[in-house]
């Protein structure tokens, strides 16, 4: 009963600190996934040695990362993508269909720099937020965790609130 934990984050725009300290919030990783916007950002996580994998977004410029990825977790199909390409301001409908037709079991994508945890048809659709420029809120990532062939996520925020005394 392995559980396996990767870092999911996104749209660090070129703020390391923010992409540093969304990785010292998340603990220790198995794997980490970088879903674009200064896809060269994800530097600080292959420096820490964590396994990692990298989609390039609408800013990345010239990058030599691929546009999506489709990874397997202990059994568990992970589609990478940012999401420009898939209209994800408006619906996940077009990333849904494209991820289905990849057989993923997950679909993740970053662009919207908000947060957004669903099921649809039992396929768990995650944008991580942004680590340095959220809208509307705090900067966040998300936590994926893989366990007997099921995948679970949390969306985390990168500077945790503290409770009031």
Do not use: W
Not at 69 to 94: K, Q
């Amino acid at each position: 009963m392995k559980l396996t934990r990767i870092g999911v984050f996104s749209d660090s725009h070129g703020n390391l600190r923010a992409l540093k300290d969304a990785l010292a919030a998340a603990g220790p990783l198995d794997a980490a996934l970088f879903l674009g916007d200064y896809s060269s950002d994800a530097r600080v996580i292959r420096e820490a040695g964590i396994p990692l994998g990298v989609v390039r977004g609408n800013n990345d410029f010239g990058s030599p990362e691929a546009d999506e990825l489709t990874l397997e977790f202990d059994g568990v199909r992970v589609f990478c993508t940012h999401g420009h390409r898939y209209g994800v301001y408006f619906s996940t409908d077009r990333l849904y269909y494209a991820a289905k037709e990849k057989e993923a079991d997950v679909a993740l994508f970053g662009h919207t720099h908000r947060p957004l945890l669903e099921n649809n048809g039992g396929m768990l659709i995650v944008n991580p937020g942004s680590v340095a420029l959220p809208r509307f809120g705090e900067p966040t990532y998300a936590l994926l965790t893989v366990r007997d062939g099921r995948a679970n996520a949390d969306i985390q925020y990168v500077y945790p609130k503290k409770p009031k005394k």
